[in-house]
């Protein structure tokens, strides 16, 4: 059985998700490939989703939603002359609700999901503006993300079982998914347009330009970083910046507070997100 798998992932937690269940579905025989939708283009896309004979899609949950980068994935995937089973999963800290059926308002037709399943990871919030509780502590950030592994080794159970298993499909967590979505989009336009650089800490090394899967970021006549309006919301160079340079809605990185969330250990966001030119 050929399987490929499609994630987008800001900080590292839904790929630490997509190479799990890669690795249980390969124990499980099953030839599987892995990709980062920033780091393929149409004709791979159209090519491996040809020769799948099920595909997978893993993005974290932004309020109850996809992140919009995910959401262009799916609706440009190619239309399938016959179905083929799909499993859906997503990362997320506390609750989504119907996180995984939200997907499939982008699928095309022909992508008929048999198993989805949301993770609990670690939260990936950082900013200063509410101050919900993160851990910077790799040691912590490790016992947290494998205590997951089990979970990713019974979902590709149920794959390679054929055992329909769907998390999120139910008109109550639907329900509770809009009660979170709902706000959420409509204040999408505004939450997204407020990632600035705090020109006192920025020293201008480009790394947030480099790494932004939005292409977002760029030095501006003066050498400044600015931003162009294609914010997705993943929080990865506001996570990332070397010297928290990076504010959210003007406010900068509390230093007390220490580094911000930077993922399970090895995820690297020049090398498995946007790969740097
Ligand atoms: C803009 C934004 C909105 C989020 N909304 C939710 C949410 O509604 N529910 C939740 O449990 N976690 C939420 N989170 C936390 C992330 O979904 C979670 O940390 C996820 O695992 C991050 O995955 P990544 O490291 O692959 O980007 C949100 C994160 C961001 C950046």
């Known amino acids: 059985m050929k399987i490929s798998i499609w994630y987008f992932s800001g900080t590292g937690n839904t790929w630490y998700a997509a190479e799990e269940i890669a690795k249980a579905l390969r124990i499980r025989s099953a030839d599987t490939e892995i990709y980062s939708i920033e780091q393929c283009n149409a004709d791979q896309v159209e090519h491996s989703i040809a020769s799948s004979d099920v595909i997978g899609f893993g993005y974290p949950i932004y309020g109850s939603d996809l992140p919009l980068i995910m959401k262009e994935f799916l609706l440009s995937l190619p239309h399938r002359k016959s179905p083929v089973p799909v499993f859906l999963f997503c990362t997320q800290w506390i609750f989504s609700g ?93 939450l997204r347009d407020d990632i600035a650089a705090d020109p006192s800490r920025c020293t201008r090394c480009g790394i947030c330009i480099e790494i932004c899967p939005a292409s977002n970021l760029t030095f501006d006549d003066t050498g400044s970083v600015n931003t162009r309006g294609t914010c997705i919301l993943c929080v990865r160079c506001y996570n990332f910046c070397p010297h928290q340079a990076i504010t959210y809605m003007g406010r900068p990185h509390i230093l007390s507070r220490g580094i911000p969330y930077r993922g399970p250990s090895g995820y690297n966001p020049a090398e498995h997100g946007r790969k740097i030119k």
Not at 101 to 127: D, K, Q
Not at 162 to 170: A, V
């Open 98 to 190: 119907d996180g995984t059926w939200a997907a499939t308002e982008f699928l095309p037709p022909g992508y008929e999901v048999g198993w989805s399943r949301h993770f609990r990871m670690p939260n990936n919030i950082c900013i200063s503006l509410i101050r919900l509780p993160f851990t910077n502590d790799s040691e912590k950030i490790q016992k947290k993300v494998e205590k997951r592994i089990p979970s990713f080794q019974r979902f590709a159970e149920h794959i390679i079982e054929n055992k329909p298993t769907r998390h999120g499909f139910t008109y109550g967590s639907t329900f509770l998914g809009l009660m979170q979505r709902s706000p959420f989009r409509r204040l999408y336009e505004r």
